[in-house]
């Protein structure tokens, strides 16, 4: 274990048996662990879920991986931006207990084979204009919760459809953890915080508030009684106009199983993916009947 960040001491463990011995210490003393995964390029979003895990457990873990597996051959694994120091010293100053950082080899040791399918819920929205992530994402994020054996762990509602993944993944492995979902963290034109949003040029960063908009606009005119169809048809040819450079979907879908959602008879979420260039925005919004 070392400890990195001059000035702050955020103990950094690189091994599963390091993170296991030391998340094993706490739990002996009846210390509740929380595990927030990240891949990096840490902003305000990936903070708010260790200030969510401090609330709720006596114990933080972060976790800094950027999963090969999860990216496309033509994605930006690559040239994905990395900083673990600048990382380590912003996890610090939340109250972060433990960094885990494992290399590649650690976590897909030679041989490793092994892909956790997540069925149907990966198979809508972002699940064919990325074919295997979302199977990259429930094996990754299935090791990090049986490597660290957290009590609880927390995910962004910024990637929802992620977020269902894994709770359909925890439930059907019987992982035991409880998954914790948290609200979307945004600039203050609504656009949510990316470690994407850096490719943006500042013409492109003009346009990609639009996204969020329509999608909380959409949602307005939903629970005000608008029908989803006509609703969704005006989603999309707003964000068409509106100066993507393409828009892979927008779509009303049950909030659970992100199924088609036709009618607002229970909660829904809207969910949107488009270009700018070559950088691809995700955002979403809730749908809620009226009681
Ligand atoms: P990433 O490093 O992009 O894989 O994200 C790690 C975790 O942080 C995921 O659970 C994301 O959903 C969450 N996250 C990313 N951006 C935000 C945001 N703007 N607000 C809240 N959570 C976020």
Known sequence: MNA?????????????????????????????????????????????????????????????????????????????????????????GVGCD?????????????????SVDPGPIAERQCG??????????????????LQSQADVALFGEKDFQQLQVIRRVARDLDIPVVIEGVPT????????????????????RAVAPVLHRTLAEMARRIEAGESIAAVSAAGLGAVRAAGFTSVDYIDVADAETLRPLERLDRSGRILGAVWLGKTRLIDNVAVVPKR
């Not at 990096?40 to 609330?55: D, F, P, T």
């Not at 990216?71 to 120091?85: K, L, V």
């Not at 433990?98 to 092994?114: I, N, R, S, W």
């Open 4 to 92: 990195s960040a001059p000035g702050k001491l955020l103990p950094i463990v690189r091994t599963v048996g390091e993170l296991r011995r030391v998340v094993c210490g706490w739990q002996r003393a009846s210390e509740s662990v929380a595990l927030a995964p990240t891949m990096g390029a840490l902003h305000r979003g990936h903070l708010a879920l260790v200030e969510r895990g401090r609330a709720l457990c006596p114990r933080v873990v972060a976790s800094l991986f950027v999963n090969p597996t999860q990216f496309g051959p033509n994605e930006d694994f690559s040239r994905y931006p990395r900083d673990e120091a600048a990382d380590a010293g912003l996890l610090a």
């Open 98 to 114: 433990l960094l885990y950082a494992p290399d590649v080899a650690e976590m897909y040791p030679d041989g490793f084979a092994t």
């Open 128 to 145: 064919p204009f990325r074919p295997g992530h979302f199977a990259g994402v429930a094996t990754v994020v299935s090791k990090l919760l």
């Open 185 to 204: 963290v945004r600039e203050s034109d609504g656009l949510a915080l990316s470690p994407r949003n850096v490719y943006l040029t500042p013409e492109q």
